[in-house]
């Protein structure tokens, strides 16, 4: 499958092109960028070519891979599945449902295949740990805590781009909290209560359509030493803790792409597709227009 990158940032730059180059089963055909000399550098290193213009690249390509800020991210995906060519999306697909719906109306009018890079949900232990309890069910509780560092490093992240810094953990490390608890609990009828803690971090108390309850602690500004992800399930057999993963980004994505290849060969929808990344997007917007209306709770 020939394929495209869009995106030069860092995410880009530390995984995405790498995989890219590798994957025995793609052809890394090129890359576009909003900044060309950065475009230029980044196709030189992996051997490819870089486009001034992506309608070119769209044209010369079955697929893309985005790796660009979401409200980006889902004007070019709009783009890029009109031209025909299947979708690798970041999360979250976009940071307004109109925006997310679009794409998922563009990937369905053109029957291309689309998957969502939520990295919890590929790689090997954690993808097997949400299967294995979603099998179990008779969860009546959980809660998920992703507790990131971005804003709060000394010398700075690379990760500490506008984008985040705009929208905030809701946005950036609030989809992988969903993206294990949807598939576990069920879909989220309401987000019941959203509130603000110390600097950035935010709470929020989930009602899912199974009857469970779900809460979720969110930072992009946790002390170093405090930071990292974790999920505690609570039901009829006892507490499940989300495992410790081994692999690393560049393994998920890998298996991503596998996916994307299989879903694009079979013709079937994937679980984390654009539609799935619509729903995550859905409810990250009801919950923010709850902090933003100062609430405090659903009505």
Known sequence: MRIGLLGTGPWAQMVHAPVLATHEALEFTG????RPEAAGELADRHGTRAYAEVDDLL??????????????????????ASAGCHLLLDKPVATTPDG???????????????????TTRYLSETADWIAAQTAAGGWFTAHAQWLGSVFAEEN???????????????W???????SVLLPVLGDVRRVAAAARGARDTVHLVLDHTGGASSTVTLSLTAPPSASGAAVALHGETGTARLPEPTGSAADALTRAADELLAAA?????????AAFGLRVTEIL???????GSGAGAAD
Do not use: I, M, Y
Not at 62 to 71: F, S
Not at 100 to 118: G, I, M, T
Not at 157 to 166: G, K, M, V
């Open 156 to 170: 700075g992240s690379p990760f500490a781009t506008p984008w985040r810094r705009e929208k905030g953990a809701v």
């Open 100 to 118: 997310a719906r679009a794409v998922v109306r563009a990937a369905e009018k053109a029957q291309v295949a689309s998957v969502v890079f939520f």
């Open 31 to 34: 890359v576009w960028g909003r």
């Open 59 to 80: 044209a010369d390509v079955d697929a893309v891979a985005v790796a660009l800020p979401p409200n980006v991210q889902a004007e070019l995906a709009v783009r890029a």
């Open 265 to 273: 060969r079979d013709g079937r929808a994937h679980p984390c597709d």
């Open 172 to 178: 950036d490390v609030g989809p992988h909290a969903l």
């Open 285 to 291: 917007a009801d919950a923010e227009a709850l902090l």
